[in-house]
């Protein structure tokens, strides 16, 4: 992981959580569209579509660079996560996402069992640095995958709290703090939105020292926002910013619900 792979990451793994759906003993699916902007000009677009069955559910969905994307690199990825849904969270049973951005591509696969990883593969695997952070076991245990592990059920605490991310390859925390609530507006949601602070604390799997991690880790000014999907009960993201050197990145819901 460094700071540049978890901005994209965290793009995509936003719009993705973003997916969520009515819960109900039928089968229901939804889209759900999000754009992603550096410095407010286009950098990619998401598409995705989720799937709830009684207390299964399932989310797939794409992502395509866009715009100034293709300065950098042009950029592709498809990602899939499927497990429970408890009283708390949701919990994945497995994960899956493939890149590619420019000539560089890679296949990550995860599968969990209450909680905990079970089995992790990269392909093609990462040779590991020197200063390379290796994820122990215990770090493994009682983790959320990225996708999922930003959808909440209401009647739980949205912010402050900690969620204890595991994206295939490296282990972090993402730790959420209370900034009250502000409007939304987009196709298919129209009101209140839960802003949360966002501290970004990697735990292991990434270089040590390296400086886009410790610029990321010493920032206090990214935000996420969460929209209630009052079919589906549950609190999902519609809006996140992320301040880098070269201008913030953010996500935007362009599609919520209806």
């Given at each position: ?8 990451g ?11 759906t ?17 410095s ?23 992502l ?12 592709k ?10 009283r ?15 000539k560089?591509g ?18 093609p ?28 059920p ?16 490296s ?7 209370s ?11 129209e ?9 970004f ?10 400086d886009?991690v ?24 519609v809006?996140?910013?992320?301040p880098?050197?070269l ?12």
């Amino acid at each position: 992981m460094n700071g540049r792979g978890f901005i994209a990451g965290a793009a995509m793994s936003l719009a993705l959580a973003g997916s969520a759906t009515p819960l109900s003993s039928a089968e229901i699916q939804h889209r759900t569209e999000y754009a992603i902007r550096l410095s407010g000009l286009p950098v990619a677009t998401a598409s995705f579509q989720s799937q709830f069955s009684g207390n299964r559910f399932s989310i797939s969905g794409s992502l395509h660079s866009a715009g100034l994307a293709d300065i950098f690199a042009r950029t592709k990825g498809t990602t899939s996560v499927s497990g429970t849904v408890s009283r708390d969270k949701l919990r994945a049973t497995s994960y899956s996402v493939t890149y590619q951005s420019g000539k560089r591509g890679r296949a990550i696969d995860v599968t969990f069992r209450n909680g905990n990883v079970v089995h992790a593969s990269m392909v093609p695997a990462r040779k590991k640095p020197d200063n390379w952070v290796p994820v122990s076991r215990a770090d493994m245990r009682a983790v959320l995958d990225p996708i999922s592990g930003l959808i909440i059920p209401a009647g739980n605490r949205v912010c402050p709290k900690t969620l204890p991310i595991f994206d295939g390859e490296s282990r972090l925390d993402l730790r959420l703090t209370s900034k009250g609530t502000k409007s939304y507006s987009t196709k298919g949601f129209e009101g209140e939105a839960i802003v949360c602070g966002i501290r970004f604390i990697p735990k292991s799997g990434y270089r040590k020292g390296r400086d886009d991690v410790e610029y990321l880790r010493r920032l206090k000014t990214m935000e996420i926002w969460f929209a209630k999907a009052e079919g589906a009960n549950v609190y999902a993201p519609v809006y996140v910013q992320i301040p880098t050197k070269l201008g913030p990145v953010t996500v935007s819901a362009t599609r919520f619900g209806g």
